[in-house]
């Protein structure tokens, strides 16, 4: 069995561009495509919002729908969203952005609040991860990422975050959803959202704001490695340099996309 370390420590972060966020346009198609997570049905140029090394983000809109494409191009972004999850923000308002969040897949940390003897463990206890019974705790967690979802929300989009998980299909009966391909190598997400304000999100067709996120937990505890620029190494000077909370090590990325 592989051993797992904690991906805060491997894959720390930090893109988020709110502010300079120009405004997007995208393509609108008349038919309403199958979703079935295959990327080969898009139109990849021309629904592009952006391509990273990590991933490629992709949207376009129709009658009825907003569907989005996540096309994850490297393991080490694959390995952080089994583990943390992928999290979709969509909102009218920029100060509503984080009003409602769904996480799909919901990740094996995320999945292990769920059991928040275990949870506390893993966020305060520095040998947590050593221990073999707990890796394999996570481990057994991965089968679930793509049955439970997680919904976050934030009450006045900047409180304090409350969370709760749902089966997939409690979620797709609010109207959205979600589809993979399992027969790629690395993790290929289409989402669909209605535009009739039905679904958590309640969004119409006007212009969005559009976020992703990879969010590791809230780890009260100092992390004993830093990001030199080629991967995560051990930091030799941590007693004299004690890092903070990794709540603020976030992968994110956000785009204003204009729908007409």
């Given at each position: 069995?592989?051993?797992?370390?904690?991906?805060?420590?491997?894959?720390?972060?930090?893109?988020?561009?709110?502010?300079?966020?120009?405004?997007?346009?995208?393509?609108?198609?008349e038919?309403?495509?199958?979703?079935?997570?295959?990327?080969?049905?898009?139109?990849?140029?021309?629904?592009?919002?952006?391509?990273?090394?990590?991933?490629?983000?992709?949207?376009?809109?129709?009658?009825?729908?907003?569907?989005?494409?996540?096309?994850?191009?490297?393991?080490?972004?694959h390995?952080?969203?089994?583990?943390?999850?992928?999290?979709?923000?969509?909102?009218?308002?920029?100060?509503?952005?984080y009003?409602?969040?769904?996480?799909?897949?919901?990740?094996?940390?995320?999945?292990?609040?769920?059991?928040?003897?275990?949870?506390?463990?893993?966020?305060?206890?520095?040998?947590?991860?050593?221990?073999?019974?707990?890796?394999?705790?996570?481990?057994?967690?991965e089968?679930?990422?793509?049955?439970?979802?997680?919904?976050?929300?934030?009450?006045n989009?900047?409180?304090?975050?409350?969370?709760?998980?749902?089966?997939?299909?409690?979620?797709?009966a609010?109207?959205?959803?979600?589809?993979?391909?399992?027969?790629?190598?690395?993790?290929?997400?289409?989402?669909?959202?209605?535009?009739?304000?039905s679904?958590?999100f309640?969004?119409?067709?006007?212009?969005?704001?559009?976020?992703?996120?990879?969010?590791?937990?809230?780890?009260?505890?100092?992390?004993?490695?830093?990001?030199?620029?080629?991967?995560m190494?051990r930091?030799?000077?941590?007693?004299?340099?004690?890092?903070q909370?990794?709540?603020?090590?976030s992968?994110?990325?956000?785009y204003?996309?204009?729908?007409?």
């Amino acid at each position: 069995m592989r051993l797992l370390f904690l991906p805060v420590f491997i894959f720390i972060f930090i893109m988020s561009a709110c502010s300079s966020t120009e405004t997007l346009t995208i393509p609108i198609s008349e038919s309403e495509p199958e979703l079935d997570g295959n990327f080969a049905n898009w139109d990849r140029s021309a629904s592009l919002l952006e391509q990273t090394d990590g991933a490629s983000f992709h949207a376009y809109y129709t009658e009825n729908y907003l569907y989005v494409f996540v096309d994850i191009r490297n393991q080490t972004m694959h390995r952080a969203i089994t583990d943390m999850g992928l999290t979709f923000y969509l909102a009218h308002k920029r100060d509503d952005r984080y009003h409602y969040a769904v996480t799909y897949p919901s990740g094996t940390m995320n999945l292990l609040r769920e059991n928040p003897g275990a949870y506390r463990g893993l966020t305060t206890d520095p040998e947590w991860m050593q221990s073999a019974s707990n890796r394999r705790l996570l481990s057994d967690l991965e089968p679930y990422i793509f049955e439970r979802v997680m919904i976050t929300e934030r009450y006045n989009g900047r409180s304090s975050a409350q969370r709760g998980f749902v089966d997939y299909e409690q979620l797709e009966a609010e109207g959205i959803e979600f589809a993979t391909n399992p027969e790629r190598r690395n993790y290929g997400i289409e989402m669909r959202v209605p535009l009739d304000g039905s679904s958590i999100f309640d969004i119409e067709k006007k212009n969005l704001w559009i976020g992703f996120a990879i969010d590791p937990p809230d780890f009260r505890r100092q992390n004993p490695y830093y990001d030199d620029g080629h991967g995560m190494t051990r930091d030799r000077r941590q007693r004299q340099r004690p890092r903070q909370q990794q709540h603020q090590s976030s992968y994110e990325k956000w785009y204003r996309i204009q729908i007409n």
